[in-house]
């Protein structure tokens, strides 16, 4: 959530910069509430110092004998004036929440500016695109023939979208999320995490989910419970309402857990495959850190992410976001691109954003300034470090081999058990 008061102090660079985004918005109504709201609370304020006044003469009148009868006529319209006040401001104040809550963060200053997804920088390519002397499958086959996921049953349990992994293909999964893990905890210094699966709505109102992205969650009905998009939904709040000590921060979490979502606005994108699907597991990152350490938190953030796909020895590229394609609550956003021979292009299989304090406004995760003394909003970023699913589509594709084998790369074996599935 943007600071309202940024935005009253500075209201021409916010709207420059959220129309970066998109020429569309504006926080105009914003202010519009925002000066209807204070106009009530001064004159709710001063009603109310002058009837303390009036209070006051009362009660010397009272004492000469005077007759006061009209005197406490007119403080009881008064305060019958200050409670309809102090009810415009509760419903003002309401409506300001609401808005703010609809409005995404503004976009760094260094992040790409761009009218769509064609307008994003590629930063940094890491190996060639892989190349075959024959005509190579894309993953759904592959995993079909092999006997590694069932398509067909994952549909007859759920809906589209949904699969079965078996045999091999369920193992290599495994090991793909142990390796993730190790990897973060281990090398990268990572807690680990392994948190609820069911959250309530003031939760992904924290992360930014809810209220502008409720048609893209599985609500369960009759209860204030969804199901995690991502793992960045309750690893960020854990620390909701709470305040900090500096000397803590930076604070790295990863969490593995299977992630749903209803994808309602891809319908006829990636239909085949493990690509866009309506349930998948990731390995997340998130971090928590002062103002001060945010870009470079970022960027570690960023590299970690990346250190798996080169440990993989999957080609991929790094890509700066444009301000058009960013998320809600980023600011700014680096795209992992994995090589998919099945597209003959690089598609995402992480995305790095820094949401700077947006996040930790909603949630209210604050911290200790030990130099001020005062309590500050902490910046929050996340990542996939990475998704297991587009991970496991990628080393079908890039590892195959002319008669239909996969070899398993080196770093997963021990993982594994084995080198190859044929």
């Known amino acids: 959530m943007l600071d309202i008061k940024i935005i009253r102090a500075e209201a021409d660079k916010v709207n420059e910069l959220l129309k970066r985004r998109n ?19 001064t004159k709710a304020d001063e009603l109310r110092s002058h009837r303390k006044n009036l209070s006051k003469e009362i009660g010397i009148a009272i004492k000469e004998g005077k007759d006061t ?43 790409p500016v761009g009218e769509s997804e064609d307008d994003n920088v590629v930063v940094e390519k890491v190996g060639e695109p892989t190349k075959f002397n024959f005509e190579p499958k894309a993953h759904w086959d592959l995993a079909t023939e092999l006997d590694l996921v069932d398509f067909d049953r994952g549909v007859k349990l759920s809906k589209t979208r949904f699969y079965i992994y078996k045999n091999k293909g369920a193992r290599l999964e495994r090991a793909l999320i142990r390796f993730f893990l190790d990897v973060h905890t281990q090398k990268h210094g990572y807690t680990e995490y392994l948190p609820p699966l069911l959250v309530n709505s003031r939760t992904m109102t924290g992360t ?27 690893v960020t709040n854990i620390y909701a309402n709470e305040i900090l000590k500096e000397e803590d921060l930076p604070i790295c979490s990863t969490a593995y857990t299977p992630c749903f979502r209803r994808e309602a606005g891809s319908a006829g994108k990636d239909t085949r495959g493990l690509i866009r699907v309506h349930q998948f597991n990731k390995v997340e990152l998130v971090k928590l850190c002062t103002p001060e350490q945010s870009v470079e938190e970022h960027e570690k953030l960023t590299r970690d992410a990346q250190e798996i796909l080169e440990l993989l020895e999957l080609p991929y590229r790094k890509v700066a976001l444009c301000t058009a394609d960013i998320g809600f609550s980023a600011k700014k956003c680096y795209d992992l691109e994995v090589w998919m021979p099945s597209y003959n292009n690089y598609r995402e299989i992480s ?50 081999d002319e008669n239909g084998s996969v070899h398993i790369p080196k770093v997963l074996q021990e993982y594994t058990g084995f080198d190859i599935i044929e």
């Open 351 to 400: 995305s790095c954003s820094n949401m700077g304090d947006f996040q930790a406004r909603r949630a209210n995760i604050r911290y200790k300034n030990t130099k001020t003394g005062k309590n500050e909003f902490v910046h929050t970023m996340n990542g996939s470090g990475i998704a297991v699913g587009r991970t496991f589509a990628a080393i079908l594709e890039n590892f195959q």
């Open 208 to 234: 930014g989910q809810l209220p502008k992205f409720a048609e893209d969650m599985f609500k369960c009905e009759g209860e204030d419970l969804y199901l995690i998009p991502t793992a960045e939904v309750p």
């Open 23 to 41: 020429p569309e918005l504006s926080i105009d109504e914003v202010l519009n509430i925002d000066e209807k709201r204070r106009e009530a609370q």
């Open 69 to 111: 009868s009209e005197i406490q006529a007119h403080v009881k319209s008064m305060g019958d004036e200050i409670s309809a006040l102090e009810e415009k401001e509760r419903e003002l104040n309401e409506a300001q929440q609401k808005l703010l809550l609809s409005i995404p963060n503004t976009p760094d200053e260094t992040t």
